[in-house]
């Protein structure tokens, strides 16, 4: 069963054999990573986690820009498998672009349900923090990420030119029971 844990320097082992997976320069969607960050070292890597621990506190104020927001690791028995984070709320970008929702999963895991499972946990999270409705986006040519939202019953509003690109941007309804 695979289970969404919040970012820990105890996994930094199974953490780079995800990394090393997507290539070290890839974009890890929904991970947080930031370009050239060192995650090799254990001290480095202890920036990046406690970076991502600080972000879903909304006790700590962040910099102009951003929003808090949850982040965890997909995990699979032993094996990181990807990444998910949930902003909090929406700022002007994130309404146009980028939604509540980012997520990535490792190459040699896609196609087995796991971005649709996690989505669907992480969607449970955000109605327990109250959102009556959570926007998902992704790009008009990402077949897979789109069947991933529309699995979790995402509603189309418009696809539009955004910072991102041509961004389909979908609402998910999380009144129903
Ligand atoms: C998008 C992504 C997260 C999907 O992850 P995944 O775990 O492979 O997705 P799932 O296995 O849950 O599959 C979801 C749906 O997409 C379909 N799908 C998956 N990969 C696909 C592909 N390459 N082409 C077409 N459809 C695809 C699946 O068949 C499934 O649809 P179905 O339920 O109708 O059969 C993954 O491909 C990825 O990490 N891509 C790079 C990062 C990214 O694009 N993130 C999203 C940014 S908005």
Redesign the pocket.
Known sequence: MPELLRPDVARHRAWLDCRDDYGRDAVQ??SGLRKDEDVDTLAGFTVYVDRMNRMADESIPLTEGLVHATYWWIADGDEIV?SISLRHRLNDFLLNAGGHI????RPA?????????ALREVLGHARVRGLDRALV???DT????A??IE?NGGVLEDVRDTELGHTRRYWIDLTAA
Do not use: K, P, V
């Open positions: 969607h929904g990807g980012g997520y990535g999963i895991a896609r196609r087995r349900g796991l971005a649709t499972w986006t992704c790009d990402n077949t897979a990420s069947r991933t699995r």
